[in-house]
């Protein structure tokens, strides 16, 4: 009878360290998943404010400024238009096709 009640001990030990041990585990996890969501969230909000960012760098104006500053770049008119024309195959290029 002392065994099995020294086995029952053992065991009912056993089973109370592994409960610790799965606690804790649940716990750091909980924690791991809470500083994930928070990391998400932050990084949610960061690219929200890089995306209006964006859109107020890219305004048509702000390209036309930069444009004529940095690149020197001048509105086409068209006084300084040229035009190119598509001359026709000649008739000898077009015999030469099969």
């Not at 020294?6 to 109370?16: D, M, N, P």
């Not at 585990?25 to 690219?47: C, G, M, Q, T």
Request: aromatic residues 4%.
């Amino acid at each position: 009878m002392t065994r099995l009640n020294l086995v029952l001990l053992l065991a009912v030990i056993a089973s109370a360290l592994y409960l610790v041990h799965t606690q804790y585990e649940s716990r750091s996890l909980f924690v791991e998943v809470d500083k994930a969501i928070a990391l998400s969230h932050k990084l949610e909000i960061e690219n929200e404010r890089l995306q209006v960012e964006k859109r107020a760098q890219a305004t048509p104006l702000r390209v036309e400024k930069l444009a004529k500053e940095q690149l020197q770049m001048r509105t086409s008119t068209p006084a300084i238009t040229q035009y190119v024309t598509v001359m026709a195959p000649t008739a000898a290029a077009s015999e030469a096709r099969p």
